[in-house]
């Protein structure tokens, strides 16, 4: 491996260079190819599980001296029914709609000229990732069916899993006859690379970071190239004047309680002022009875006794654990400006019988996914339709929301003619 | 105006907040009060042209200060006729359809959530141009009919003219009840300004510069919000052995000469071997009458007796004049190994009457528009029918090739239910 910063550089550079190269090459295979790629890949995954698991429990015996905590420990382990799992995920991924040489619009233009706005891969993507190693599948297997080249780079206590999959992934790119280049994993560790990999923007043409906020707003501040970035998700649940009780208790409580680790799960509630005093002991108790600890304002605190005062801190924080922050609202307004000033723009949802307040709601709030009587759960691929995703942006240029195969690619104009010229 | 740091900091500061309280109240307003500002503003040019002459006359008075060549001195004046240009520039771009609030995708889940892709403007738009004043009326009005705040930031050379035309915008703002943070013009030279925005990226959605390639490298170099670039175009024509003739000449003569001076003229032609003999005499003949000079490769220069020898350089260049570099290839596939090597990215031509041809060519060259049979300049979003345009992107991320109305919005996931919650 690289000692030195001069090696570190050299071994950076030469990945980057050969992924830029298979990159030329994915688009011009059929879709087939690719497929037959990731389904070797898939196969494989089921076929050498041993291999891989004795890679991970190399991870799991370095585990300790990076004070991971017995749960982390547990995600990172691999067993053939988690190697199963990744192998169904890269076969729902071959199902997808092949999104390269799509054509996504089109004219004849008075002179006869035939234009197509078509699909293409963005070219080499660069995921910096701190998961299990299962996300090494699903990344390597959404970037080669969308047609790019990836190098990825995983997190440093899931070292040895990473390189077992990543070395199952280039046996079947081999097999296949698909340039091996089109999917690497950095087997350096040294922090100095990434940084390295985000100067190369003559060869790699997005960032994406998905793990804690230091990692992405590192990336972020780094990068050379264009980033999609996954950041926080302080999402609200809004429960309206004209808000149906059992639907508010239901949403509320499945926006915080069915998966409070992630981040389309509600942090705030904003009750408006007429609903408060019927609705909150309701939702106060439901919520409590699930374990959540409640931060309110005074109103609230007035009407659930068991809620603790909230600061302002709190509603500028996502919990991602079983804590809500909830504050009484005078009116529709005064909710949208609060989620203006401390949301992330990631998910929220208004709980309303009201048609007016949806579209209020719906037009002026400026995030990712905004809901009319739903769960902020529902904000991703899957539950869209979309299939499996890379991540949720959090930012509004290029790709917002789930991201999936469709955004991982950019488009070129084609068009045929026969003779036209500009007069 | 502003002349310490501390006051260019505040100055700026406060117009990006501005624009981005704008950008919150856009959205929610019906096209039609965007429309009916841009009418207004239109009327404006029209009735108070002597008001912007004037002030357009202290520019022509100040540009010898500032080393304008004639042209470029021709350039910048105004005249009611002008005037009335820019106004029926402004008077088009009302009648595109208006992107805002379209939904362009949806689906009905199986719990029957309705999910729909909804357009929504950027945010905030940071415009830095160099060009002549009809560009201010332009980009304001593309960014406002997109429901975009815009900070304009023009050219020095045309720092009164650029004022007046946006008092006449802040005017119509005002007239029909927008803010008139809407858009807003940079008032101050000072070059800190440009990097101060550039820093306010917790305003600013995205910067847009154009102009020469020293101001896009800087912008793209200081920005930390995305930028849209447009960078240089080494646009190429690739002559195929199964060309007809009289096409190629007329593409080849269209591409180098109909405007020479613009991104999407063409710098470069590949001949294929078999073609050249027939074709390169016959291409050459039109071209020098035309008063192109000729920068060949030794087979060129045997073929074309006036052509001069070219150097490695001159294929790596965007003239922007009557000059073309010439090379004999022995396929296609060193046609298109060219392009890799040494195009921009902007626009490429095949001529051709072989489908495979075709097919391979438009396939495998990566740029933001691949002609068949015809002339390079018709990349341009006019000549797409997309509208009018701020740039055309030499990105693949977010946007590529003709930037209009479409390449100013991002959209959101606005999903209604009854009460839907994830089990």
Redesign the interface.
């Known amino acids: 491996m690289a000692t030195t910063e001069m090696a570190i550089d050299t071994y950076c550079h030469e990945m980057a260079e050969a992924a830029k190269e298979a990159s030329?090459v994915l688009?011009?295979l059929p879709g087939e190819a690719r497929n037959r790629a990731l389904s070797h890949f898939s196969r494989l995954l089921r076929e050498e599980a041993p291999s891989v698991m004795e890679a991970n429990q190399k991870d799991l015996e370095a585990a300790p001296s990076f004070g991971l905590t017995g749960a982390q420990v547990d995600r990172l382990r691999l067993t053939p029914q988690r190697l199963g799992s990744m192998a169904d995920a890269v076969d729902e991924i071959i199902m997808l709609a092949d999104p390269v040489?799509r054509v996504i619009d089109s004219?004849v233009?008075p002179n006869g000229?035939n234009?197509m706005k078509v699909r293409?891969p963005?070219?080499v993507v660069f995921f910096i990732y701190e998961s299990r190693p299962n996300v090494t599948a699903d990344a390597a297997a959404l970037c080669l069916k969308s047609g790019n080249a990836v190098i990825l780079r995983g997190g440093k206590e899931a070292r040895h899993s990473n390189i077992a999959v990543a070395g199952l992934i280039q046996k079947a790119l081999a097999a296949e006859g698909l340039p091996n280049s089109a999917v690497q994993m950095v087997g350096i560790t040294d922090r100095e690379a990434v940084g390295e990999f985000l100067r190369l923007n003559d060869f790699i043409?997005?960032a994406i970071p998905r793990g804690g906020a230091a990692l992405i707003r590192r990336v972020a501040d780094e990068a050379t190239m264009?980033v999609i970035k996954h950041f926080q998700g302080i999402c609200h649940v809004y429960v309206d004047a004209s808000a149906?009780k059992?639907?508010a208790v239901?949403?509320v409580?499945?926006s915080k309680c069915?998966r409070p680790g992630v981040c389309n799960a509600a942090e705030t509630l904003l009750v408006h002022e007429h609903a408060a005093g019927n609705l909150l002991p309701a939702i106060g108790e439901r919520l409590l009875a699930r374990g959540v600890e409640l931060r309110g304002c005074p109103r609230t605190c007035e009407l659930i006794a068991a809620a603790t005062p909230a600061t302002e801190e709190d509603f500028d924080t996502e919990y991602l654990e079983l804590i809500l922050s909830v504050r009484v609202v005078p009116d529709i307004q005064a909710a949208m400006d609060h989620i203006?000033k401390h949301g992330s723009g990631h998910t929220e949802t208004i709980v309303t019988e009201k048609l007016a307040a949806?579209q209020?709601f719906?037009?002026?709030v400026?995030?990712?996914?905004?809901?009319?009587?739903?769960?902020t759960?529902?904000?991703d691929g899957g539950?869209?339709?979309l299939g499996a995703e890379i991540g949720i942006s959090t930012?509004?240029?290029?790709a917002?929301?789930p991201c999936g195969l469709n955004e991982l690619t950019?488009?070129?104009?084609?068009?045929?003619?026969?003779?036209?010229?500009?007069t």
Chains 1, 2 share one sequence.
């Open positions: 030329r688009p011009t040489g004219s233009r000229l234009v293409v963005l070219g043409d997005v264009p149906d059992d639907k239901e949403i409580e499945n069915h203006a949806a209020q719906t037009t002026a400026d995030s990712s996914a905004v809901f009319v009587n739903a769960s759960r529902f904000n539950q869209f339709g930012d509004k240029f290029h917002r929301g950019s488009y070129k104009y084609v068009a045929f003619g026969n003779g036209q010229i500009r």
